[in-house]
């Protein structure tokens, strides 16, 4: 038989900005994640899905309010009531720093119905007809109709308690969880049962991947990645993965993706494009087919008035949250700048004065190899204030020179 799953990640909970929501009383982004949350487990639900596979970051902090815990229940409600097995992945926003701390979702734990997975585990779930609905449950491995390896995000700290790592730069140190994690996922790929559909689930970064605003450590290559061809040779037939926001597929045989985020976290993800939950279709001939389904998302917009832009219709403003930058020295009027805002009915708006930018300078291209009359030049061709005293400079440069060159003959 085929089982259907939802997967999903990075729904990231949390209370954001400062406008209330008038028809709760609390924060007004808090709702906006919580409600793309309820929608995709009631969307899924109503599409048919057996199981809720979430790859981690549930909560925006490891320690989340009541209020977040509570609707992060509230959003699950629909599948725990139905008796459709939820497996909560632990992510990097969900775990302290220190590993001696409980972490966020083991304020949920106890959660009648929910599977909360904080260590690399090997879940087995079996498909179940019933008259009025299919669904799953989790099992044993002799009634296993599809396995699923879990793999939450890595606490680095762990490895720095152990002198030997505490030697490495961070460079080092990243090489090392990345080989670490892979000698996990080797080993609970060899644990899988040959035959039954083995699914990956994770939270974790992977080098192709395209990111957004809230993965910029990764663009920066100040966390560790794993690549898509070592992950696409484990074995698996499909990896569902969380911690990128941005909805993507960077592998199609077998299956690698990442669902994205429900609801858009910030500004660095107002050009990411649909977001969205993924609907997988998992067979018993260990083939996969994935549906990749909207979710109704506030928009962020930014309208660059220092580069010219005009402002976009009332049609396109209306309840996105919108940031307007204005050059420093201008002639906006700011007050009518805002009514016309809010008279579109923005949910929230910021305006940004912007300095204006002076001449751009290109990079100076100075290297030691560079002989000391070519780094002088390179140096003032991006100065042009200093080009009268070039010849001084130069003159003075090799003065200098040679009485470096002579003190260390001495």
Known sequence: MSLRAVHTADWHLSAQRNR???????????????????????????????????????????????????????????????????????????????PAEKHALDLVRETEGLTVVDQPTLLYAQGLETSLRDF????????????????????????????????????????????????????????????????????????????????????????????????????????????????????????????GSPEAVSFGEENDGVKSYCLLDVNDDCSIEVQQIPTPHRRFLTIDLTNGAVMPTPDELAGAIVRVRVPQASDVDFTALRRELEAAGVHEYQVETQRAETVRRRAVAVSSEMALDDAIKAYLEQRPELQPMADALLAEARVVEQAVIAGGAA
């Open 20 to 98: 209330i929501d008038a028809d709760t009383g609390l924060n007004s982004r808090l709702m906006d994640f919580y409600r793309c949350a309820r929608f995709t487990i009631e969307d899924g639900l109503n599409r048919g899905a057996q199981l809720v596979l979430h790859a981690g970051d549930a909560f925006h902090g490891c320690r989340p309010t009541p209020s977040e815990v509570r609707l992060l229940r509230e959003a699950l409600r629909p599948a725990l009531k139905a008796g459709v097995p939820v497996v909560l992945l632990l992510g990097n926003h969900d775990a302290p720093r220190s």
């Open 136 to 259: 799953a449950r989790l099992c044993g491995p002799e009634q296993a109709e599809i396995q699923i390896a879990c793999l939450p995000w890595p606490n680095k700290q762990l490895l720095l308690a152990n002198e030997e790592y505490r030697k490495l730069d961070p460079g080092q140190l990243n090489q090392v969880v990345r080989q670490k994690m892979m000698d996990c996922l080797q080993g609970l790929a060899a644990d899988c049962i040959p035959s039954i559909p083995a699914i990956l689930l994770a939270h974790l970064s992977v080098d192709l991947a395209q990111t957004g605003g809230q993965n910029r450590l990764m663009a920066l290559g100040g966390e560790w990645t794993l690549n898509v061809h070592d992950l696409a040779g484990l074995g698996f037939d499909a990896a569902c993965l969380g911690h990128i926001h941005r909805a993507q597929v960077l592998c199609e045989a077998p299956w690698i993706g990442y669902s």
